[in-house]
């Protein structure tokens, strides 16, 4: 059963099964925005040997760990249950059943009137050990759209092509590449990242790693015939991989059948095993940086995974050039001089003004 959460102006869904944040939509100068992806087909076209979340695939979620696992792919967060707690209004909290890594993992959930942002932080009390993970946002990306990234060192490919047999990637694996505007493809072409779709019926996953000096990380998509923009937010220095997932009916197999188009996964996190060559290098170049590669976890105490998205009315179709975080207040700036300032909790991903990140410090108020 989804829960409904809502603010002044912002709405979401969220559902226990999965852990999915499974719809939100604002209203902002008369427009109503709702981009999440929902996957076109019913639980019963999913094949029994599929991981579960096949059978809900939509929205947004938590991947722990990133990737395959013992508990299926992208984890337990992804395809086991949730268990709804009595939340503050504007709030939702959920503690998932079962363990990672020998961590319980609390997800809350939160919006605030006239904010066009779904706040988001996942929390893992004890465990041990170091794990991928990254949130799994879906973009509805019904037609061309426009990428723009905070600045990143380089952009690489997994160790392989998502598809070959039963379906098809575009772009070359493993590669990587400094100009995303120019990224290597499989036929010896080149791949514009900042333009989607980046082929006619192509399955794609591509990694764009933080420059060690950003303090605010951030994607935006901006969908020109939509008049919109979505925006994901992140700490840099705690979350330095920005993972982009074209997928865009590059699948010929069930449940996919070539249907699934117009999703761009935008995933922010820590996740070294999807860098098909810098995890294979000693010490890999993120460590090397002092960025983390993956999650460590805590046996004594608890860390936190951080996460803002959200949309916004953008009718001029401008790319954008720039995004600003001053206080509680952030600026967009698109290429050719638009501009939005919105309200925005300025402290929740942990961003100081002086150049360190400061740790964001959890208030477990309540019963587990």
Request: proline fraction near 8%; charge should be negative.
């Amino acid at each position: 059963m989804t829960e409904t959460i809502q603010a002044r102006g912002i709405t979401f869904g969220f559902s226990p099964r999965g852990g999915v944040l499974d719809s939100f939509s604002v209203t902002d100068s008369g427009a109503t925005i709702a981009p999440l992806h929902r996957a076109p087909w019913t639980a019963d076209e999913v094949p029994a040997d599929a991981p579960a979340h096949q059978q809900w695939l939509a929205g947004d979620f938590l991947a722990a760990p990133m990737g395959n696992g013992p508990q299926g792919l992208h984890g337990l967060t992804a395809n086991g249950d949730w268990r709804v707690m009595p939340s503050d209004p504007g709030t939702l909290r959920a503690v998932l059943d079962g363990a990672v890594s020998g961590a319980t993992v609390v997800k809350e959930l939160s919006v605030t009137d006239d904010h066009p942002f779904v706040y988001q932080r996942h929390l893992f009390i004890g465990g041990t050990g170091r794990l991928p993970v990254s949130n799994h946002a879906m973009i509805s990306v019904p037609n061309p759209a426009k990428l723009s990234f905070s600045r990143k060192r380089w952009w690489e490919t997994l160790a392989a092509p998502l598809e070959t047999a039963r379906g098809r990637s575009r772009l070359s694996y493993p590669k990587r590449h400094e100009d995303a505007a120019d990224f290597p493809a499989g036929d010896r072409g080149t791949v514009n990242l900042h333009r989607y779709p980046w082929g006619d019926a192509h399955e794609d996953f591509v990694t764009g790693v933080e420059d060690p000096t950003s303090r605010l990380g951030w994607t935006a998509v901006v969908r020109p015939e939509e008049d919109d923009l979505i925006l994901s937010l992140k700490n840099a220095r705690a979350l330095p991989m920005t993972m982009l997932w074209h997928s865009n009916g590059g699948r010929d197999y069930a449940p996919w059948n070539g249907r699934h188009r117009g999703c761009l996964g935008v995933e922010e996190g820590a996740a070294l095993p999807v860098l098909g060559l810098s995890s294979q290098e000693t010490p890999d170049p993120l460590t090397a940086a002092g960025q983390p590669a993956l999650l460590t976890l805590d046996p004594n105490g608890t860390v936190e995974v951080r996460h803002v998205l959200g949309a916004v009315h953008w009718p001029s179709g401008q790319s954008v050039a720039g995004v600003m975080l001053e206080g509680d207040v952030l600026t967009v700036t698109g290429d050719w001089g638009a501009e939005r300032r919105l309200p925005i909790r300025g402290g929740w991903l942990g961003l100081s003004y002086a150049g360190e990140p400061v740790a964001a410090k959890p208030s477990l108020t309540w019963d587990l």
